[in-house]
């Protein structure tokens, strides 16, 4: 009992959503980064009904609007973060508040949105940063399930839905063999359970399509739920997201795809470096998971993995950048910023945890840049909201409505700054 009151406390955090307001909103002489038709200098932007109505110079202002003076700060559109477990984890170390996993290796019928904590206290760290929306995935060592996304200012997850399924997930076997000091097994048991992890995926697959290939021809048949919803994966009209960081992944994660005809995002690509070719040829959606860290091979440069962004980039390869977990998402604009550092336009920098995100999940009709028609989703920031140093979230509005940027983060630092004052 103690424990499930003490698990309920620490994940629930006392910010109010925002209320939609029926005036219409202007903002004025601001930096706008439009992400699709570049930046714009002392721009307006009027938002009505949640949506943005119009942009431009010097626009008149509507009979009873709520004005914004922005001037000398910048607009962006709100971020993106894909393949997090925001709401899904709170403690890590508390069972309780670990959502992520189903039991078994084959779970394609789970939604990720269903175990989604809206009031847990990440998130407003999370959104404080300028991120509004969220992709939250399952985990898992197998065909985990459905992804999801989330705005990030709702009551409950019915309220924070944007849609309930973006995807189906995919753990790809290892390929690789592990030889770190905890591995136990001997090369040859983990050469024997990587083929063996394969063949698994292998005959998933198979009796997958026979199970179809029966239902097509007896309609009669039992329903497995399972497999029925893998149905719009082989249709073609949900991706497989297939997680993939070692080169040889890629390399038969793109084969499995065209074999069975699969429509893929590549998830992780920590090697994408090394496979620059496949991937332009290919031509499939990259999500790149590994913004930052140190090397794992002793012929890789100190700096790999923060180059491979500017790799990507110069070899004309779209991607989007994210950061995988819960807490840590917040981060998102500054790894994007990173990239900057390291060789990446602001401009690209930009579209990988904005507009690009927005079309891996198949929503860049409606978020992920300011445009006319689009949600009037927008951060307004004192400086470059992906340098540390400027970055400066003063107010975020999702859908039109104004978003509580206080968290737990700056309710500490109010306390204890206070106390120093005395």
């Known amino acids: 009992m103690s424990a499930?009151?003490?698990?309920?406390?620490?994940?629930?955090?006392?910010?109010?959503?925002?209320?939609?307001?029926?005036?219409?909103?202007?903002?004025?002489?601001?930096?706008?980064?439009?992400?699709?038709?570049?930046?714009?200098?002392?721009?307006?932007?009027?938002?009505?009904?949640?949506?943005?109505?119009?942009?431009?110079?010097d626009l008149p202002t509507p009979q009873g609007a709520q004005v914004i003076d922005a001037t000398g700060k910048h607009v962006y559109p709100g971020l993106v973060a894909l393949s997090t477990t925001l709401g899904m984890v709170e403690v890590s170390a508390v069972r309780s508040t670990r959502d992520t996993n189903e039991t078994g290796r084959a779970t394609p019928e789970v939604k990720a949105h269903i175990a989604f904590n809206a009031d847990s206290e990440i998130i407003p760290t999370v959104r404080a940063n300028g991120i509004a929306y969220a992709e939250i995935a399952p985990g898992g060592s197998g065909l985990n399930g459905q992804s999801s996304v989330m705005q990030l200012d709702g009551w409950h997850w019915q309220d924070a839905l944007v849609k309930a399924s973006s995807g189906m997930h995919l753990q790809w076997p290892n390929v690789g063999i592990n030889k770190s000091f905890w591995e136990r097994r001997p090369v040859a048991k983990?050469?024997?359970?990587?083929?063996?992890?394969?063949?698994?995926?292998?005959?998933?697959?198979?009796?997958?399509?026979?199970?179809?290939?029966?239902?097509?021809?007896?309609?009669?048949?039992?329903?497995?739920?399972?497999?029925?919803?893998?149905?719009?994966?082989?249709?073609?009209?949900?991706?497989?997201?297939?997680?993939?960081?070692?080169?040889?992944?890629?390399?038969?994660?793109?084969?499995?795809?065209?074999?069975?005809?699969?429509?893929?995002?590549?998830?992780g690509a920590r090697d994408a470096a090394l496979a620059l070719d496949l991937l332009k040829q290919a031509k499939v959606p990259l999500v790149y998971t590994a913004p930052w860290g140190q090397p794992r091979r002793s012929d890789e440069g100190y700096d790999d993995l923060y180059a491979t962004p500017k790799l990507l980039a110069a070899n004309n390869i779209p991607y989007a950048l994210a950061i995988e977990g819960s807490w840590n998402v917040r981060d998102l604009p500054f790894a994007a910023g990173q990239s900057v550092a390291h060789g990446v336009s602001k401009e690209v920098a930009l579209r990988s945890i904005t507009i690009e995100a927005a079309k891996v999940l198949g929503l860049d009709a409606t978020i992920g840049s300011i445009e006319v028609g689009k949600e009037a989703t927008l951060v307004i920031s004192r400086g470059d909201i992906m340098d540390h140093l400027t970055h400066k979230v003063e107010q975020m509005f999702i859908s039109g409505r104004e978003v509580d940027l206080d968290n737990r983060h700056k309710q500490l630092y109010r306390k204890y700054d206070a106390k120093a004052a005395d």
């Open 4 to 57: 499930s009151i003490m698990s309920s406390l620490v994940a629930a955090h006392d910010m109010v959503p925002g209320k939609a307001s029926s005036a219409t909103l202007i903002i004025q002489n601001a930096t706008v980064h439009t992400i699709t038709q570049g930046t714009q200098e002392n721009y307006d932007i009027v938002i009505a009904d949640g949506k943005i109505k119009s942009l431009g110079n």
């Open 190 to 267: 983990q050469k024997a359970d990587n083929a063996k992890a394969k063949q698994q995926l292998d005959d998933l697959f198979a009796a997958l399509k026979a199970y179809h290939k029966a239902r097509e021809a007896n309609p009669k048949l039992a329903i497995d739920v399972r497999w029925e919803a893998m149905r719009p994966v082989l249709q073609g009209t949900t991706p497989l997201y297939i997680h993939a960081n070692d080169y040889r992944q890629i390399e038969q994660a793109i084969a499995f795809s065209q074999e069975h005809q699969l429509k893929v995002v590549i998830v």
